[in-house]
């Protein structure tokens, strides 16, 4: 079974653009989570979909969106980017994401780099 | 709020055991245990559920005390390949209700050095 892929893996903006990263889940799994990685703030949740409905949002600002499609794969964006939005982005997939004892699977996530 | 991890750095020789603490000002639902090496996506280890058992296979277990709202990673006779960061993603559903859905919230991670 083909893991949680992402893509791109590196990607290099300048401020004030705008970036979309892509998620496709493993094959059966419906929910996808967002995650930002960084050296200061360690793993923190962006939002989660399910059948195409975002039904969690962490707290970031609104310049983070995401979305899904009807083939679960998921999309998010970050519009008018900052520095501080350098990261890695992960995503997750699970089946429901609805029960803590689901297992979330990860994928190698996206190296995004405002300069 | 997030969990807290101790502790945040250990640096082992081969064969050595060390301990992960993971712990929640929050009712836990479930406790997650992933490790990253550098470069690389989180791999899971296990999940350790309210009301559950002990979990581990070989040289890896974990347990989950509810009542101090804790978990703890036992890793015995270290080696190399387990170097990486070891974090702990905690799910706090229930209590007053609802759901979490897709969420955890992670631990800032403890740094395991495996040295020959």
């Known amino acids: 079974k083909a893991g949680v892929t992402q893509t791109p893996r590196y990607l290099i903006k300048t401020r004030g653009q705008q970036v979309t990263l892509s998620c496709s889940p493993i094959s059966g799994h419906r929910s996808v989570s967002w995650y930002q990685q960084t050296p200061g703030q360690g793993l923190q949740f962006l939002f989660e979909y399910f059948s195409e409905t975002q039904r969690n949002k962490g707290n970031f600002p609104g310049r983070f969106s995401g979305r899904q499609f009807s083939n679960s794969r998921s999309e998010m964006n970050v519009s008018t980017l900052e520095l501080g939005d350098s990261a890695l982005y992960l995503c997750?997939?699970?089946?429901?994401?609805?029960?803590?004892?689901?297992?979330?699977?990860f994928g190698p996530g996206t190296r995004l780099l405002v300069l | 709020q997030q969990p807290v991890q101790s502790p945040q750095a250990v640096i082992l020789r081969e064969g050595e055991d060390a301990v992960i603490n993971c712990s929640s000002s929050k009712a836990l639902y479930s406790v997650h245990w992933y490790r990253q090496k550098h470069g690389e996506a989180p791999v899971f280890l296990m999940i350790?559920?309210?009301?559950?058992e002990q979990k581990g296979h070989e040289k890896i277990s974990a347990s989950f005390n509810e009542k101090k709202q804790q978990s703890s990673l036992y890793l015995t006779a270290s080696q190399l390949s387990y170097s990486g960061t070891y974090f702990c993603?905690?799910?706090?559903?229930?209590?007053?209700?609802?759901?979490?859905?897709?969420?955890?919230?992670f631990g800032q991670g403890t740094i395991l050095t495996v040295h020959p």
């Open positions: 350790l559920l309210k009301g559950g």
């Open positions: 997750a997939s699970s089946r429901t994401g609805q029960r803590g004892s689901e297992t979330q699977y």
């Open positions: 993603g905690t799910d706090h559903r229930g209590g007053a209700g609802g759901t979490s859905y897709g969420k955890l919230t």
